[in-house]
């Protein structure tokens, strides 16, 4: 069964998407942290879902994806969004969490663990004896740490 | 006016629509008087909690007025509903119009709209509306969040200093009066809330007040009877803080229609 938009398209489209960063936390890719929900053959398109109902960079995320898709010959494949099921950074790889925690933002753990109120490790040091400094961080994603053992604060990317 | 029989989720439903711009309005109301603390909170984090705090809001906001434009049928969005309606258009519990005052003023509402709205959207979450359904899944899951903070700074403000908790104690006394105006059912939320679309708002208010209790407990605050309510927010009767409020929200719009960024 060939499908009008080539062999091994779905490969191809995720490759595509693999290569779009999240605009604000450039280091991860909007495949990384679970955005992107499907790609469907008929009619064509990429299905993502908002990481906030409020997030802004839900729109640039959009125009990123059409911008690739339009690069690579998609032309023809939309871009749409879903709410259901919602987000949840579960979703988030194991690749992306790595990149995070490179990237200097502890990454959030699974829910399962959730409720065990373990502390996020500094991304820095490793340590976990740390301390919420705000609920609320520089993106709606993430909260303000502090690291006790070597000082630093970090961004910590919240359980969602 | 409409009758339960109206009221299935189907377009063009004149309950539905008045149902989803009371949960849209309650959210762009709060979100707006919200974003009045920009630059103004009292520490760089709570600047950004509320300005985060706010930005939910507008999400939700936009996802509810979206929808409430389409069951309308008439071509209007979220945007043309939030910009050009008047005052007495508005459908949001008068609560949530009320003015900042300050930080300890602003939690009070919060905290008070915040322990509602939780409630309200984990029964949203099972509405026979799918739409709604997936809306409210994915809002309440901000909105435990905003609960969970500003019931902190309930307790902290509280249980703080002998100034804090005066002014948490002020805070509240000036919203007690739009308490239970939340939990009024009228004849659109009878409706919805037979369609199974929405729990009915009056059923909220046991689970409500045993938070209230734990909280005011752990703030060591006390908790008196509620004064006499003031309502009629919900069919347009709004205080003069509402009118100010969309003067500053709907001035570009308005002035100039059809602006973009």
Same mark, same amino acid.
């Given at each position: 069964?060939?499908?009008?938009?080539?062999?091994?398209?779905?490969?191809?489209?995720?490759?595509?998407?693999?290569?779009?960063?999240?605009?604000?936390?450039?280091?991860?890719?909007?495949?990384? @942290?679970?955005?992107?929900?499907?790609?469907?053959?008929?009619?064509?398109?990429?299905?993502?879902?908002?990481?906030?109902?409020?997030?802004?960079?839900?729109?640039?995320?959009?125009?990123?994806?059409?911008?690739? @898709?339009? @690069?690579?010959?998609?032309?023809?494949?939309?871009?749409?969004?879903?709410?259901?099921?919602?987000?949840?950074?579960?979703?988030?790889?194991?690749?992306?969490?790595?990149?995070?925690?490179?990237?200097?933002?502890?990454?959030?753990?699974?829910?399962?663990?959730?409720?065990?109120?373990? @502390?996020?490790?500094?991304?820095?040091?490793?340590?976990?004896?740390?301390?919420?400094?705000?609920?609320?961080?520089?993106?709606?994603?993430?909260?303000?740490?502090?690291?006790?053992?070597?000082?630093?604060?970090?961004?910590?990317?919240?359980?969602? | 006016?409409?009758?339960?029989?109206s009221s299935t989720g189907h377009r063009s439903d004149p309950a539905l629509f008045d149902y989803l711009l009371r949960?849209?309005?309650?959210?762009?109301?709060?979100?707006?008087?919200?974003?009045?603390?920009?630059?103004?909170?009292?520490?760089?984090?709570?600047?950004?909690?509320?300005?985060?705090?706010?930005?939910?809001?507008?999400?939700?906001?936009?996802?509810?007025?979206?929808?409430?434009?389409?069951?309308?049928?008439?071509?209007?969005?979220?945007?043309?509903?939030?910009?050009?309606?008047?005052?007495?258009?508005?459908?949001?519990?008068?609560?949530?119009?009320?003015?900042?005052?300050?930080?300890?003023?602003?939690?009070?509402?919060?905290?008070?709209?915040?322990?509602?709205?939780?409630?309200?959207?984990?029964?949203?979450?099972?509405?026979?509306?799918?739409?709604?359904?997936?809306?409210?899944?994915?809002?309440?899951?901000?909105?435990?969040?905003?609960?969970?903070?500003?019931?902190?700074?309930?307790?902290?403000?509280?249980?703080?200093?002998?100034?804090?908790?005066e002014r948490m104690i002020n805070g509240f006394a000036w919203m007690w009066r739009f308490v239970d105006e939340l939990?009024?059912?009228?004849?659109?939320?009878?409706?919805?809330?037979?369609?199974?679309?929405?729990?009915?708002?009056?059923?909220?208010?046991?689970?409500?007040?045993?938070?209230?209790?734990?909280?005011?407990?752990?703030?060591?605050?006390?908790?008196?009877?509620?004064?006499?309510?003031?309502?009629?927010?919900?069919?347009?009767?709004?205080?003069?803080?509402?009118?100010?409020?969309?003067?500053?929200?709907?001035?570009?719009?308005?002035?100039?229609?059809?602006?973009?960024?």
């Amino acid at each position: 069964m060939s499908s009008p938009l080539g062999t091994g398209w779905r490969d191809r489209i995720m490759h595509v998407l693999a290569n779009v960063p999240d605009p604000e936390v450039p280091a991860v890719s909007i495949v990384d @942290l679970g955005i992107v929900r499907d790609v469907r053959e008929n009619p064509p398109a990429v299905i993502i879902t908002p990481t906030y109902t409020g997030c802004p960079a839900t729109d640039v995320i959009k125009g990123s994806i059409r911008q690739a @898709l339009d @690069l690579a010959d998609f032309r023809d494949v939309g871009v749409e969004t879903t709410l259901t099921p919602p987000w949840t950074t579960d979703w988030i790889s194991d690749t992306g969490r790595e990149k995070l925690r490179a990237y200097g933002i502890a990454p959030p753990p699974h829910s399962s663990t959730l409720r065990a109120k373990q @502390l996020p490790a500094c991304p820095r040091c490793g340590s976990t004896n740390t301390q919420e400094i705000s609920r609320f961080g520089s993106t709606p994603c993430k909260a303000l740490w502090r690291c006790l053992s070597c000082a630093e604060p970090f961004d910590h990317f919240k359980c969602h | 006016m409409t009758t339960a029989s109206s009221s299935t989720g189907h377009r063009s439903d004149p309950a539905l629509f008045d149902y989803l711009l009371r949960l849209g309005d309650d959210s762009l109301i709060l979100a707006q008087r919200l974003s009045e603390w920009c630059g103004h909170a009292p520490m760089i984090e709570v600047d950004l909690s509320i300005s985060n705090v706010a930005l939910d809001l507008v999400g939700q906001a936009t996802l509810l007025l979206d929808y409430a434009g389409e069951v309308e049928g008439k071509g209007r969005d979220g945007d043309k509903l939030a910009f050009h309606r008047d005052a007495l258009r508005f459908r949001n519990c008068l609560l949530v119009e009320q003015p900042n005052g300050d930080f300890g003023q602003t939690m009070a509402r919060q905290y008070l709209f915040s322990t509602c709205q939780r409630l309200l959207f984990r029964g949203l979450a099972q509405s026979t509306d799918a739409r709604l359904a997936g809306i409210a899944a994915k809002a309440l899951k901000e909105i435990e969040y905003h609960a969970d903070w500003s019931a902190e700074w309930v307790v902290r403000l509280g249980d703080g200093t002998p100034e804090s908790r005066e002014r948490m104690i002020n805070g509240f006394a000036w919203m007690w009066r739009f308490v239970d105006e939340l939990f009024q059912v009228d004849e659109i939320d009878a409706a919805i809330a037979k369609a199974g679309i929405a729990p009915a708002r009056d059923s909220l208010r046991a689970a409500f007040n045993a938070e209230l209790k734990k909280t005011f407990e752990a703030a060591t605050l006390p908790l008196a009877p509620l004064p006499a309510a003031i309502l009629g927010g919900r069919k347009g009767h709004h205080s003069e803080h509402l009118g100010h409020l969309l003067a500053a929200m709907q001035f570009l719009p308005r002035a100039y229609p059809g602006a973009t960024w």
